[in-house]
């Protein structure tokens, strides 16, 4: 797999060690397709790894800092400030990546970044809970 820079064709040599083909895009069509969010603003990665598990991330991560490569991450992407582009790697955690934990006391929630806001608010809803901030995109809004 090739990039336009020979620094991140080097990253995405050595990820392949780790992360299926079929999950990291460099072609320009997928990268511009992740370049937005539901800002306004426009950043094409370099590279778009689709993650799904922490040792995904921890390898990404390694291998990134051995480049010295920055490193984004992107769940839903329905930020409105930007802050899921990127020009340079972009990991995408959603799917798989759904899993959540309450405490004993019920005094918080631990969730993981691929989470719909409205299913955090369904969950902690029997406990007489909410999550807040309440984002008018809760119903797509991954909040982990």
């Known amino acids: 797999m090739k990039t336009e820079n020979p620094e991140y064709s080097r990253f995405v040599n050595e990820i392949l060690k780790y992360i299926p083909e079929n999950r990291i895009y ?9 370049g937005t969010d539901a800002s306004f603003y426009r950043l094409i990665p370099q590279v778009v790894v689709r993650s799904e598990s922490e040792q995904d991330v ?4 390694k291998v990134a800092s051995r ?25 995408v955690a959603g799917k798989h990546w759904e899993n959540y934990s ?3 006391n ?16 369904q969950v902690l809803a029997p406990l007489g809970r909410k999550f807040a901030p309440d984002p008018a995109s809760v119903n797509s809004a991954m909040v982990g």
């Open 26 to 34: 460099t072609d320009e069509l997928r990268r511009l397709a992740w």
């Open 58 to 61: 921890a390898n990404i991560l």
């Open 67 to 91: 480049h010295r490569l920055p490193v984004t991450f992107r769940a839903a992407g329905t930020s409105l400030s930007g802050q899921s582009i990127t020009n340079s790697i972009l990991v």
């Open 102 to 104: 309450i405490s004993d």
């Open 106 to 121: 019920h005094e918080y929630i631990t969730l993981q970044p691929g989470v719909i806001g409205q299913h955090v608010n």
